[in-house]
T-cell receptor
Framework: DQQVKQNSPSLSVQEGRISILNCDYTNSMFDYFLWYKKYPAEGPTFLISISSIKDKNEDGRFTVFLNKSAKHLSLHIVPSQPGDSAVYFCAASPTYFHPDNYGQNFVFGPGTRLSVLP | ETGVTQTPRHLVMGMTNKKSLKCEQHLGHNAMYWYKQSAKKPLELMFVYNFKEQTENNSVPSRFSPECPNSSHLFLHLHTLQPEDSALYLC????????????????FGSGTRLTVV
């Protein structure tokens, strides 16, 4: 069973509007989350992260929101640009400071393909 | 060249062939990973090396054989693959397994698109 879910395989948004990509997780031990962006024929690249001590992290046009009680995070892109068209992966890591989780790997979601239409 | 470099970018092989995928990083990282990406599936972790020692094998079939001769190089040796093994194989690195969180996760290569015929 997938521990990190991205239930929308694809999303289309008009240029200039807001893109909202969602991610849900099941493991309550996850406390650090990343978003990666992947263009065709390239590897995923780091976009933005959030720790569970925060509920929001902003970097330019990108904002990630975390709702711990709902085990849900979302990535907002505003305004969306055609160059944002890519696959976006959500990844989660269990708490670093629990000895059972020391050095545990990131768990990735299946990705959401975002298309920003001009 | 900087970052994580994977060769070849594309590979077509028959089920009886033997081939190898190569990954190289010049980031000074000590942990390296092989991931498999199949269509519409999450990235699947295959192998982890930390300071040249294999620390994880995620129930990967023996037709996939990793090798890590030093912290900068990682290979994936392939033999007698099946058509369902066709996928994008991604290499990644991090400062170490434990420090991946501190340093924003992994740095990925561009991948090798493998087709088994």
């Amino acid at each position: 069973d997938q521990q990190v879910k991205q239930n929308s395989p694809s999303l289309s948004v008009q240029e200039g509007r807001i893109s909202i990509l969602n991610c849900d997780y099941t493991n309550s031990m996850f406390d650090y989350f990343l978003w990666y962006k992947k263009y065709p024929a390239e590897g995923p690249t780091f976009l933005i992260s959030i720790s569970s001590i925060k509920d929001k992290n902003e970097d330019g046009r990108f904002t990630v929101f975390l709702n711990k009680s709902a085990k849900h995070l979302s990535l907002h892109i505003v305004p969306s640009q055609p160059g944002d068209s890519a696959v976006y992966f959500c990844a989660a890591s269990p708490t670093y400071f629990h000895p059972d989780n020391y050095g545990q790997n990131f768990v990735f979601g299946p990705g959401t393909r975002l298309s920003v239409l001009p | 060249e900087t970052g994580v470099t994977q060769t070849p970018r594309h590979l077509v092989m028959g089920m009886t062939n033997k081939k190898s995928l190569k990954c190289e990083q010049h980031l000074g990282h000590n942990a390296m990973y092989w991931y498999k990406q199949s269509a519409k599936k999450p990235l699947e972790l295959m192998f982890v090396y930390n300071f040249k020692e294999q620390t994880e094998n995620n129930s990967v079939p023996s037709r996939f054989s990793p090798e890590c001769p030093n912290s900068s190089h990682l290979f994936l040796h392939l033999h007698t693959l099946q058509p369902e093994d066709s996928a994008l194989y991604l290499c990644a690195s991090s400062h170490s397994r434990a420090m991946a969180r501190v340093n924003y996760g992994y740095t990925f290569g561009s991948g090798t698109r493998l087709t088994v015929v």
